[in-house]
């Protein structure tokens, strides 16, 4: 396979301060007086005037006048009041963070990742709404990464998975839930509001009011406003139309969650003002710190990539997310696995399964306990035990399947490891799950 | 004047029924005589799987592998589940304690649980006999009920209701048992919805 060209690309996607070209033949951390308060694009709100007339015509050419308008700014008074007017951190601050420099040492980052990307990876697009200075653009394409590695890493190690159960896994696996457990196993807290003067260690987001908060002061809380209905929300959802989605649905229609997608790319590219109005009422909303979270996470694996390459992507993905143990087999729910586990047996050319008692203990007293064995055949497929016949053939039916559904093969190789130089090793594909 | 009231009805003490109570003690009961027969009973020969075929020489230099029983684990796929390539076929194959103990001729597959006929499907059923069932179901659904029609023509009664569904009849049919189920007391109530709850788990694997 052809290397990708990284440095390259990325350039579209890093502000120009922090891309990496600028730090391969640089030390990492410089004088804390070199700072550079740079806002390349005036769409930030800076309100702060006294001398200099800003034009907002979001053309570069302002960026030297802001640049040497920071420099010229005289007293520490000021410079104080300007950072409180901008939305979020600089990225000169970034070498000024002793929790910002603890962050990017306790989690290993590779040194090719500066500070002011892992800063930037901080801001949510709640606290700026600029994707110059958010991680917004980052998080997509973590989203991404972490879809493919983690889809692969489940699927090609357990072929069979059923599909609800493959969503689970990946919901389990770097869902917003887990996600926001491991921002807070790395320490990293939330700021109280954002702002240009806090420190740029803290995850910066504006948070979405309590619902338990009281509204004005009146007693009444914010959870018990009705609802208003915004027309910008767009289309319904299935579950607010009363429709139950199937797993063929989720599958095309969903995103790797199997969740229904809100807002397509379809959607945006139609009607680009969805876009600003979407950001624009994160940012009046807030976000929850469960998305904020989310935010940070997906950028920081967005941003690794970008800035050391695949491997470094894939080694950060095995540290935090694969490292962490899920018991495949809690997964299943089955309904009727007796007769699954009778089509199974046809479809894949067995004999019948046939229930046997393997042994029992106290038949005629109050709490009897059989183990019974289904067999296919000579054959036996799974093993369950119960209080009653009944019980044990039920759970020997489980058994089974799970025992299909749960194969691994001894050796695997991910379609991504071949990306990062090996040879490429078809999986397993079978007939799929059972469907009745 | 009180009256003494035993709690436990007279018949089940064993102070009564002599005759009785001295026929369990008898059984239970340990003397000087029989010490030395109930310690040789006692004294059992450990399982095969503890003493080994080798050499007292080596004694001290094995590994006595016996775990105790358990349920198996989902992650260990059946023989017959691997596929044809997988490596692990050949090797089960070969292996002395994984291999089938069925095969072998003279081990005997344990019993089977419920006996019933393989059931044969005939598509027999014409056009013709079709709409009949339909005629007949819903003309009189009570007297031509699905497992009535079902002996008639010889098919079975999940495919009479394919054919000819009576949503009327389904309808009432729910409706008595929620009647039934209106009059049931607490305790009954309760000890149903356990019982679903239960079965639940059973597919959850808890």
């Known amino acids: 396979m052809k290397a990708l060209r990284l440095l390259r690309w990325s350039g579209s996607v890093l502000s120009p301060r922090t891309r990496p070209c600028c730090f391969i033949h640089q030390t990492q951390y410089r004088p804390p007086f070199a700072t550079n308060f740079l806002r390349f ?102 989203y991404d990464l972490l879809g493919l590695y983690t889809s692969e890493a489940v699927l ?281 | 004047m009180s009256v003494f009231l035993p709690r436990r009805p007279p018949a089940n003490l064993p102070s009564l029924c002599p005759s009785f109570a001295g026929l369990i003690s008898l059984t239970a009961r340990r003397h000087e005589s029989s010490a030395r027969r109930t310690t040789k009973r006692l004294r059992t020969k450990p399982d095969p799987s503890f003493t080994s075929s080798i050499p007292e020489s080596q004694i001290n230099d094995h590994i006595v592998f016996n775990p105790p029983s358990s349920a198996p684990s989902p992650y260990h796929t059946p023989p017959v589940f691997l596929p044809p390539n997988d490596p692990r076929r050949q090797l089960l194959v070969q292996s002395h304690r994984h291999a089938n103990p069925y095969e072998q001729t003279e081990r005997r597959l344990p019993p089977i649980i419920k006996h019933h006929q393989p059931y044969e499907k005939k598509y027999h059923l014409r056009e013709k006999e079709i709409e009949e069932i339909r005629r007949l179901r819903t003309e009189d659904p009570y007297t031509w009920s699905r497992a009535k029609l079902a002996v008639m023509y010889g098919c079975s009664p999940f495919f009479v209701g394919i054919i000819a569904p009576n949503e009327g009849k389904r309808a009432e049919e729910f409706k008595k048992v929620e009647e039934v189920k209106e009059n049931w007391g607490r305790r009954r109530r309760y000890a149903r919805e356990d019982r679903a709850k239960r079965r639940k788990m059973w597919g959850r694997d808890e």
């Open chain 1, 41 to 142: 694009q005036s769409t930030a709100p800076i309100q702060y005037t006294p001398n200099i007339a800003l034009e907002d015509d979001g053309k570069s050419g302002k960026a030297e006048s802001i640049e040497a308008f920071f420099h010229n700014a005289p007293t520490q008074e000021e410079r104080e009041t300007i950072l409180s007017q901008i939305p979020s951190p600089p990225p000169g601050q970034a070498h000024k963070s002793a929790r910002l420099s603890a962050l990017h040492a306790r989690l290993m980052l590779p040194p090719r990742l500066p500070l002011e990307t892992l800063a930037r990876c901080l801001v949510d697009p709640s606290a700026d709404i600029d994707s110059q200075f958010n991680n917004s653009s980052l998080s997509i394409l973590g």
């Open chain 1, 156 to 436: 090609c190690r357990h072929p069979r998975l059923p599909t609800e159960v493959m969503f689970a896994a990946m919901w389990a696996y770097c869902g917003p839930k887990t996600i926001a457990v491991i921002t807070r196993e790395w320490g990293v807290e939330v700021a109280a509001a954002p702002g240009g003067e806090v420190d740029p260690g803290y995850l910066q987001c504006k948070r979405v009011e309590a619902g338990n908060s009281s509204v004005d002061g009146t007693g009444v809380q914010v959870k018990e406003l009705p609802i208003v209905a915004t027309d910008s929300k767009g289309k319904p959802t299935f579950a607010e139309q009363g429709w139950r989605r199937g797993a063929s649905s989720k599958t095309i229609k969903g995103d790797y969650f199997g969740d229904e997608i809100q807002r397509t790319e379809l959607d945006y590219a139609e009607r680009p003002e969805l876009r600003q109005e979407d950001l624009q009422r994160k940012l009046e909303k807030g976000v929850t710190l469960e998305q904020a979270s989310t935010n940070f996470v997906r950028a920081l694996m967005g941003a690794i990539y970008l800035h050391a390459g695949k491997k470094a992507a894939y080694n950060f993905f095995k540290a935090h997310i694969l490292s962490r143990h899920l018991d495949f087999s809690k997964l299943f729910e089955f309904r009727q696995p007796t007769r699954d586990l009778s089509r199974l047996c046809a479809r894949e050319g067995f004999e019948s399964p046939v229930a046997r008692i393997l042994s029992e203990t106290g038949r005629k007293s109050r709490t009897p306990v059989f183990v019974v064995g289904v067999f296919a055949g000579k054959d036996k497929l799974g093993e369950g035990s119960g209080s009653s016949l009944d019980e044990a053939r039920f759970r020997a039916a489980v058994g089974a399947l799970k025992g299909w559904y749960l194969y691994s093969p001894l050796e695997v190789k991910v379609p991504s490891q071949a990306e990062r130089g090996g040879q490429w090793e078809p999986v397993l594909v079978d007939g799929g799950e059972v469907v009745v």
